[in-house]
């Protein structure tokens, strides 16, 4: 809930969470009210030059059944290398790049489609799938753009990185953290979700 309030209304990313303590105050009748002391380091542009470079990320249709396909527009208001991280309940992985597509390079206003007819007629599709027992999810992509033609610090470790549920977080971080040493103005952030319903 902090990441999604964070994304959509200000210029910093929470990064690195680590709950210190979460006291409770017990009140009258059995009821408390806990109070929780978080330490978090911040992805911040607030101080970027350029406070109008942007990524923008829309998954159509937004709401899909198990088993039917949807995709992907990204659109940076700059040039731009695009990276698209999917997170779903039972983990998470790189999307782009990757070894089929490895120039994601996109112009400034035009969309990067993924997946593409050219993915496509590799037999490339975004198909909505459920985690056994699930009769809903509620999936995320992260979508990173690194400003011209730049690549992102840890790219050789994210690359083919399939990470389980446990795993999620670890990928999340490699995928952030590193941008905390570059310069605000290297970078632009979007985040969204999708759902997935059963048949």
């Known amino acids: 809930m902090i990441q999604e309030l964070i994304s959509t209304s200000a210029d910093a990313w929470v990064v690195e969470e680590r709950i210190l303590s ?7 009748g059995g ?20 406070p109008d470079f942007e990524v923008k990320v829309e998954v159509s249709p937004a709401r899909i059944l198990e088993g039917e ?13 695009i990276y698209f991280l999917a997170l779903y309940p039972g983990g998470g992985e790189l999307v782009l790049p990757n070894e089929n597509r490895p120039n994601t390079f996109v112009r400034a206003h035009r969309s990067l489609v993924f997946p593409s007819d050219a993915d496509k007629l590799r037999g490339v599709r975004l198909i909505g799938t459920l985690p056994a027992g699930f009769s809903h999810s509620v999936e995320s992509v992260l ?6 033609d730049r690549d992102h ?11 389980a549920a446990e795993e999620a977080g670890l990928l999340v971080s490699k995928f952030l953290v590193p941008l905390i040493d570059l310069p605000p103005d290297d970078w632009a952030l979007a985040q969204t979700s999708y759902e997935v319903f059963s048949r």
Do not use: N, Q
């Open 153 to 163: 610090p840890e790219l050789g470790e994210l690359l083919g990185m399939d990470a």
């Open 143 to 148: 979508v990173l753009a690194m400003r011209g």
């Open 22 to 28: 979460s006291p409770r105050e017990f009140l009258k």
């Open 31 to 50: 009821a408390y009210r806990p109070s929780i002391h978080l330490h978090a380091r911040l992805l911040d542009r607030s101080a970027a030059a350029d």
């Open 69 to 81: 396909e949807a995709t992907t527009h990204i659109r940076s208001t700059r040039d731009a290398r």
